[in-house]
């Protein structure tokens, strides 16, 4: 089954805010295999953390990750307008698959 | 830049085979795992499987009975072909650079490059 998100996180402008991953020790707390992406309507999704905690060349470093047992976490700070947009977590687990979150709608107030 | 185009039929019957193929320009096939992702209308994103370095493929439990991954390399392509297709297979349908685990590295390659999708519809 997939990983658990909220299903929406909101803030204003400039806030920080904070997207759960929720998985197993078979999948998230198993390994520093955690990846997120940012997907606008319409288009591809976007790699902005890889290995928990990395940012892909050129992405802000506004964005930010994070691990604690079996949760990993999204940090989007000083938030603005162009982060409007779904974010999904991704791990790979011991049964050699990949498991995706439901997704996280962050809407900027 | 690497760049990855998915091509195929925008609608398929059900029951029939669903092909699919991702062209890469811009880099080599070769040294990289190559996965397929899907998207149905308005919901998640759904790990279909991959195929590794070593051309070695993993598919997801849900579909495994009904997919096949392999890589073209004299192409420079991979291709996804799904069978006996239900309306519950619609979707757009990315392919992606990575999702391998590297055994010789203890590597995990995230999914760094993507397609821009093909939307696929089931329907008689």
């Known amino acids: 089954s997939a990983l658990t998100q909220p299903a929406s996180v909101s803030g204003s402008p400039g806030q920080s805010i904070t997207i759960s991953c929720t998985g197993a020790n078979s999948d998230v707390g198993g390994y520093t295999f955690v990846s997120w992406y940012q997907q606008h309507p319409g288009k591809a999704p976007k790699p902005i953390i890889y290995a928990v905690t990395n940012r892909p060349s050129g992405v802000s470093h506004r964005f930010s990750g994070s691990k604690s047992g079996n949760t990993a976490s999204l940090t989007i700070s000083g938030l603005q307008a162009e982060d409007e947009a779904y974010y999904y977590c991704?791990?790979?687990?011991?049964?050699?698959?990949?498991?995706f979150g439901g997704g996280t709608k962050v809407t900027v107030l | 830049q690497v760049q990855l185009h998915e091509s195929g039929p925008g609608l398929v019957k059900p029951s029939e085979t669903l092909p699919l193929t991702c062209s890469v320009s811009g880099g080599s096939i070769n040294g990289h795992s190559w996965s397929w992702i899907r998207q149905p209308p308005g919901k998640g994103l759904e790990w279909i499987g991959h195929v590794d370095v070593r051309g070695n493929t993993y598919f997801n439990p849900s579909l495994k009975s009904r997919v096949t991954i392999s890589v073209d390399t004299s192409k420079n392509g991979v291709s996804l072909n799904l069978n006996s297709v239900t309306a519950a297979d619609a979707a757009v349908y990315f392919c992606?650079?990575?999702?391998?685990?590297?055994?010789?590295?203890?590597?995990?390659?995230?999914?760094?490059?993507w397609g821009q999708g093909t939307q696929v519809t089931v329907s008689s």
């Open positions: 992606a650079r990575g999702g391998g685990y590297d055994i010789s590295t203890g590597y995990w390659s995230f999914f760094d490059f």
């Open positions: 991704a791990s790979y687990t011991t049964s050699a698959t990949v498991l």
